[in-house]
């Protein structure tokens, strides 16, 4: 009976990695579902190591690497990313499984079966260097970020550069790419999708609806328990509230 710990900060990729378990083995035990560092590291520090932990990379008040420098972590991960193959050189080099976004029944299905495979082998565990690896990988691949999205309104196709973006929104089950000039294209991507393409220095996730850029910033306001309340340019006709769980986040990212 596998025991596994899901560390991933958007509930319906949680849910459907629960889902994908559960067709894999209905056996499994899910130990608990976690959504940021802060929450992950002393959960890892008080309970015991599941069998598996199947962890994105971004999560809601940073990287999951964070976890690595808090708490030793001896057993198998498998990382859920959107970094494409090259970047993900380093997980192969040190038989590290990962799940390329969006998440596919099939590819979860394979995954399993070598982790399986490995425990009669050597049990894979994650090292200091070969987090720092895939770091340092990582940041050289920061030009993969997309400098531009092509959109489609009508018959027209245009191309839309990321200074000219405002922000992402969903809105009555479309993705949208709303511009500074207040034009809406929607766009083939899910949100999840879109935060692992766009640079992290100038996009930032304020909840399910919505990714803003950094000059979309308006005015902020202080709010109730330690929450803000932004106002965009152009306007978003819903009030918008940055949880106290994201405040810290945010303000970092406003200040760097």
Not at 53 to 79: M, N, R, S, T, Y
Not at 196 to 202: N, S
Not at 207 to 235: M, S, T
């Amino acid at each position: 009976m596998m025991q596994v710990l899901i560390i991933e900060d958007e509930p319906l990729a949680a849910e459907k990695l629960i889902k994908f378990l559960f067709t894999y083995d209905a056996t499994i035990v899910i130990c608990d579902t976690l959504a940021s560092v802060e929450t992950a590291v002393p959960w890892l520090k008080t309970n015991p190591l599941p069998d598996l932990i199947l962890l994105d990379i971004h999560l809601a008040d940073g990287l999951c690497f964070d976890i690595f420098k808090q708490v030793e972590v001896k057993c198998p991960v498998i990382f859920c990313t959107a970094y494409d193959q090259y970047a993900l050189k380093a997980f192969q080099l040190h038989s590290i499984d990962y799940l390329l976004k969006p998440i596919q029944y099939a590819k979860l299905e394979q995954s399993l079966n070598k982790m399986k495979d490995m425990q009669y082998i050597k049990k894979p565990e994650v090292s200091n260097q070969q987090i720092e690896d895939i770091i340092n990988l990582m940041k050289n691949q920061d030009s993969s970020y997309k400098s531009r999205f092509l959109v489609k309104l009508g018959t027209k196709i245009r191309t839309i550069k990321i200074s000219e973006i405002a922000y992402f929104h969903s809105h009555d089950k479309l993705n949208l790419l709303v511009t500074k000039e207040g034009d809406r294209y929607p766009v083939d991507y899910s949100l999840d999708d879109l935060i692992q393409l766009l640079d992290p220095t100038l996009f930032f996730h304020i909840n399910r609806k919505l990714i803003i850029h950094i000059d979309a910033v308006k005015e902020i306001h202080a709010y109730f328990k330690g929450r803000l309340k932004l106002i965009l340019d152009p306007k978003l006709d819903e009030e918008l509230i940055v949880s106290s769980q994201k405040t810290p986040l945010f303000k970092t990212w406003l200040d760097q």
